[in-house]
């Protein structure tokens, strides 16, 4: 246990729930440690903190996916960096690390064969595209996601960068549903 801009948080618990009320009344770098958890992009975090005040989940969600939308691909590559590959599972305690391993819950339950071309198809995207397949893996099993990767191999990069960022965005608000009321 410990405390976190004035709320006391579990380390393995995936839900803080601050009202946006009182995110909006934070200090910037107090503001920061809670959303830094929903996407590590440094400049979504940024641009995000100098939108406040947002005073409701759904201003905030709006505001974050118009960033989302708005940030250069390098800014992209720096939130996937902070995702482990589907399949994997996320080391470390924190609301990052728990929220990854409780959103692939789906490659838990996967048979060898589909383990093995999950870990064959991560390192075949990332040796076309550069970076970690991302996809927003709650609630799909290890045979959707694997299919989703096979698929998006075939893509074009700039037609791939597209989903990424789609992907990213959703992952992102369900993030933010996790850490605001």
Same mark, same amino acid.
């Given at each position: #246990?410990?405390?976190?801009? +004035?709320?006391?948080?579990?380390?393995?618990?995936?839900s803080?729930?601050?009202?946006?009320v009182?995110?909006?009344?934070?200090? #910037?770098?107090?503001?920061?440690?809670?959303?830094?958890?929903?996407?590590?992009?440094?400049?979504?975090?940024?641009?995000?903190?100098?939108?406040?005040?947002?005073?409701?989940?759904?201003?905030?969600?709006?505001?974050?996916?118009?960033?989302?939308?708005?940030?250069?691909?390098?800014?992209?590559?720096?939130?996937?960096?902070?995702?482990?590959?589907?399949?994997?599972?996320?080391e470390?305690? +924190?609301?990052?690390?728990?929220?990854?391993?409780?959103?692939?819950?789906?490659?838990?339950?996967?048979?060898?064969?589909?383990?093995?071309?999950?870990?064959?198809?991560?390192?075949?995207?990332?040796?076309?595209? +550069?970076?970690?397949?991302?996809?927003?893996?709650?609630?799909?099993?290890?045979?959707?996601?694997?299919?989703?990767?096979?698929?998006?191999? +075939?893509?074009?990069?700039?037609?791939?960068?597209?989903?990424?960022?789609?992907?990213?965005?959703?992952?992102?608000?369900?993030?933010l549903?996790?850490?605001?009321?």
């Amino acid at each position: #246990m410990r405390t976190e801009v +004035g709320v006391t948080v579990d380390d393995d618990e995936v839900s803080v729930l601050v009202p946006v009320v009182q995110f909006d009344a934070l200090p #910037m770098s107090a503001a920061a440690e809670l959303l830094t958890p929903c996407c590590a992009s440094s400049r979504w975090v940024h641009q995000v903190l100098l939108g406040r005040p947002y005073h409701s989940l759904r201003v905030l969600s709006a505001a974050s996916d118009d960033v989302l939308a708005d940030l250069a691909w390098s800014d992209v590559a720096e939130a996937l960096a902070g995702h482990p590959r589907i399949g994997d599972r996320a080391e470390g305690a +924190g609301r990052e690390a728990g929220w990854s391993r409780t959103e692939q819950a789906g490659t838990q339950q996967a048979g060898d064969a589909v383990a093995a071309e999950l870990r064959a198809g991560n390192i075949a995207y990332e040796q076309r595209f +550069g970076h970690v397949f991302l996809i927003c893996a709650t609630g799909r099993s290890a045979e959707q996601m694997l299919a989703a990767l096979q698929q998006r191999l +075939g893509n074009p990069t700039a037609m791939e960068r597209d989903v990424v960022r789609a992907e990213l965005q959703a992952i992102v608000r369900l993030r933010l549903i996790k850490t605001f009321r």
